[in-house]
């Protein structure tokens, strides 16, 4: 992904997290849970780095269902 943004000369780039694709063995709090995604710790590395690399103009985050606690005390801390 970065290598693609990098080569596109982009500097400033805008984030759409859908939750949904979060494994949900890992996180459980999306409306629609998908076997087999990423961990939340790979997500918030890839936003990371999106944000050590490119001017983050906005971020969403979108598909959470308040479900538990502990994932979104999780999803606050992935996303500072």
Same mark, same amino acid.
């Given at each position: 992904?970065?290598?693609?943004?990098? #080569?596109?000369?982009?500097?400033? +780039? !805008?984030?759409?997290? *859908?939750?949904?694709?979060? *494994?949900?063995?890992?996180?459980?709090?999306? !409306? !629609?849970?998908?076997?087999?995604?990423? @961990? /939340?710790?790979?997500?918030?590395?890839?936003?990371?780095?999106? &944000?050590? &690399?490119?001017?983050?103009?906005? /971020?969403? +985050?979108?598909?959470?269902?308040?479900?538990?606690?502990?994932? #979104?005390?999780?999803?606050? @801390?992935?996303?500072?």
């Amino acid at each position: 992904l970065l290598d693609t943004l990098q #080569r596109s000369g982009c500097h400033h +780039v !805008y984030v759409h997290f *859908d939750v949904d694709v979060i *494994d949900p063995q890992d996180f459980r709090s999306s !409306y !629609y849970q998908v076997p087999w995604g990423p @961990t /939340l710790a790979a997500m918030a590395d890839t936003i990371g780095a999106l &944000h050590r &690399h490119f001017d983050v103009v906005g /971020l969403s +985050v979108l598909e959470y269902c308040d479900r538990e606690a502990r994932d #979104r005390e999780r999803l606050v @801390t992935a996303l500072k």
